[in-house]
């Protein structure tokens, strides 16, 4: 069986849904921001990209959508190269999210 | 910009709905990644948002400029036949350093469909970004089993005779579709034919549009 990401001829009959798609804004950022880590602001490369997105679990990996496994495998290049630390992130999720709390108080 | 996540809805082909509270916290995450990153100095805000500028730019507008011109110049469609990355160039657009596009022309016998089996590689560059169906599992693993009822689904039938190749994209090589130039098109401008090129045309799933 092939991992995951190698999709090609798998058995799938599924119609294709071809709706088309509306960027959100973090979607947006978590684009741009891939092409400055691995152009201008080169940290990391396209294949070490690929293989972070690549060694996402099967089960994540399928239940992610297109930009959340970018930005899963972005984190995971960035602690790759010691630039940020999980923790770090998590940490500032909540620190934003207080803010956001305080902001919203005064609303 | 704003750090709040608008929450614009989206479909993501038929890849698993993630659910409105999961769709956020990958949200905060990023404003929390991004906002980590500039106060670290790895970019700056305005770089990010010049980034942004710039991805919004790209669009299938660019590759129909390019299919154009090889429409009417032959010389000009046998440059890029043999180096596209070149003769992209050649009419003023800018290409990735990352990966090379190369073209694939549709004809009489042949015609081209293109796929990225293992993600969503894409000529980004004269296309912008790829539509969710191209990234989505269905699409990736149908379109190289058996492409014709994929083609069939997008309206495209084609008659048995014509041979379809599909090509798999990779980070490397990005391939881009020129359709074939639709008949009675001779007394068009340069700039009405691109009007007919569509990005469907130039991913192989659509001819370009008739007249």
Redesign the interface.
């Known amino acids: 069986m092939p991992h995951v990401?190698?999709?090609?001829?798998?058995?799938?009959?599924?119609?294709?849904?071809?709706?088309?798609?509306?960027?959100?804004?973090?979607?947006?950022?978590?684009?741009?921001?891939l092409?400055?880590?691995?152009?201008?602001?080169y940290?990391f490369?396209?294949?070490e990209f690929?293989r972070a997105?690549?060694g996402i679990e099967r089960k994540k990996y399928?239940?992610?959508?297109?930009?959340?496994r970018w930005?899963t495998a972005?984190?995971t290049c960035?602690v790759q190269k010691g630039?940020?630390a999980r923790e770090?992130?998590d940490e500032?999720?909540v620190e934003?999210?207080a803010s956001?709390n305080v902001r919203n108080g005064f609303d | 910009m704003?750090?709040?996540?608008?929450?614009?809805?989206?479909?993501?082909?038929?890849?698993?709905i993630?659910s409105e509270a999961?769709?956020s916290l990958?949200?905060?995450?990023?404003?929390?990644?991004?906002?980590?990153?500039i106060e670290?100095g790895?970019?700056s805000a305005d770089?990010?948002r010049h980034?942004?500028e710039?991805?919004e730019g790209r669009s299938p507008a660019l590759g129909a400029k390019v299919v154009a011109r090889a429409w009417i110049d032959g010389a000009y469609k046998a440059r890029l036949l043999a180096d596209a990355e070149t003769a992209v160039q050649e009419l003023g657009l800018e290409t990735m350093?990352?990966?090379k596009i190369v073209a694939v022309e549709n004809t009489d016998d042949t015609h081209n469909v293109i796929?990225c089996?293992?993600?969503?590689c894409y000529p980004i560059a004269i296309l912008g970004?790829p539509?969710?169906?191209y990234?989505?599992?269905?699409?990736?693993?149908?379109v190289?089993?058996n492409p014709r009822p994929?083609l069939e689904?997008?309206g495209l039938s084609l008659p048995n005779d014509v041979a379809v190749r599909v090509h798999?994209s990779t980070?490397d090589i990005r391939y881009l579709v020129i359709p074939q130039r639709p008949e009675g098109t001779e007394n068009l401008s340069e700039v009405e034919l691109a009007g007919l090129v569509t990005r469907d045309s130039m991913i192989g799933v659509a001819l370009a549009q008739s007249l």
């Open positions: 990401h190698d999709r090609g001829g798998w058995p799938d009959e599924t119609p294709i849904d071809r709706s088309e798609h509306e960027f959100a804004q973090w979607e947006d950022h978590t684009h741009a921001m092409e400055l880590l691995i152009g201008p602001k940290h490369n396209l294949d690929r997105i690549e399928e239940a992610m959508t297109y930009y959340e930005l972005i984190e960035l630039v940020l770090e992130v500032k999720m934003l999210s956001r | 704003h750090d709040h996540d608008d929450h614009s809805h989206h479909d993501h082909s038929h890849d698993p993630t999961e769709d990958f949200a905060a995450r990023e404003v929390a990644i991004r906002t980590l990153l670290k790895i970019f770089e990010l980034r942004v710039l991805m350093h990352t990966s796929v089996t293992l993600c969503s970004r539509p969710a169906w990234k989505s599992l269905a699409y990736r693993s149908r190289v089993a994929v689904e997008f798999d980070a």
